[in-house]
Antibody
Framework: EVQLVESGGDLVQPGGSLRLSCAAS????????MSWVRQAPGKGLEWVAN????????YYVDSVKGRFTISRDNAKNSLYLQMNSLRAEDTAVYYC???????????????WGQGTLVTVSS | DIQMTQSPSTLSASVGDRVTITCRAS??????LVWYQQKPGKAPKLLIY???NLESGVPSRFSGSGSGTEFTLTISSLQPDDFATYYC??????????FGQGTKVEIK
């Protein structure tokens, strides 16, 4: 069974840093693109970042470029999101998600974690 | 960046109704579109990929159509379990992916 379990969410002051982790199991982690998607309270979904299987390609939404870093450790079946210079508008539930391969092409994401809440407030 | 616009934002319907949600892209995305269903407090669920392909295990009352800039998600006969929020998402390349703002399907 595919499982994605996020951790690391917390209350942090503006300008602070936080590192989110996602522990993956039930599939060959190193074979999949992985993503972070966030959802502010009562709002819609926002894609945050993608990372290729070997970590050689990374992509970010404009609003987090230069502040957030996505990374992975395939030996530990883990995905990470390092978040620096946090702002109030980064407050959200952060989901770890697996790239969905259909016909050999990534077509969005097919498995999601339960999410971890990041609150940026003084 | 490609913008995705869903309509309506909220839809009130009854069990058994045929429901259609529209998603428009600000530029052509071919068929690189997925639909998700999200229930309160839960992670989203993949329903449709590549605009019209039903994800395994998803009931056949769900269908998707469209290409280019205009897409639709149709529920042929709304069931109690279908009351939720639906999101479209484009994946024209690996970056940036963008979601529509969501359509909440409510009980009439």
């Amino acid at each position: 069974e595919v499982q994605l379990v996020e951790s690391g969410g917390d209350l942090v002051q503006p300008g602070g840093s936080l590192r989110l982790s996602c522990a993956a199991s039930g599939f060959t982690f190193s074979n999949y693109w992985m993503s972070w998607v966030r959802q502010a309270p009562g709002k819609g979904l926002e894609w945050v970042a993608n990372i290729k299987q070997d970590g050689s390609e990374k992509y970010y939404v404009d609003s987090v470029k230069g502040r957030f870093t996505i990374s992975r450790d395939n030996a530990k079946n883990s995905l990470y999101l390092q978040m620096n210079s946090l702002r109030a508008e980064d407050t959200a539930v952060y989901y770890c998600a697996r790239g969905a391969y259909r016909g050999g092409v990534v077509v969005g994401v097919d498995y999601w974690g339960q999410g971890t809440l990041v609150t940026v407030s003084s | 960046d490609i913008q995705m616009t869903q309509s309506p934002s909220t839809l009130s319907a009854s069990v058994g109704d045929r429901v259609t949600i529209t998603c428009r892209a600000s530029q052509s995305i071919s068929s690189w579109l997925v639909w998700y269903q999200q229930k309160p407090g839960k992670a989203p669920k993949l329903l449709i990929y590549k605009a019209s392909n039903l994800e395994s295990g998803v009931p056949s009352r769900f269908s998707g159509s469209g290409s280019g800039t205009e897409f639709t998600l149709t529920i042929s006969s709304l069931q109690p379990d279908d009351f939720a929020t639906y999101y479209c998402q484009q994946y024209n390349s690996y970056s940036p992916w963008t979601f529509g703002q969501g359509t909440k399907v409510e009980i009439k």
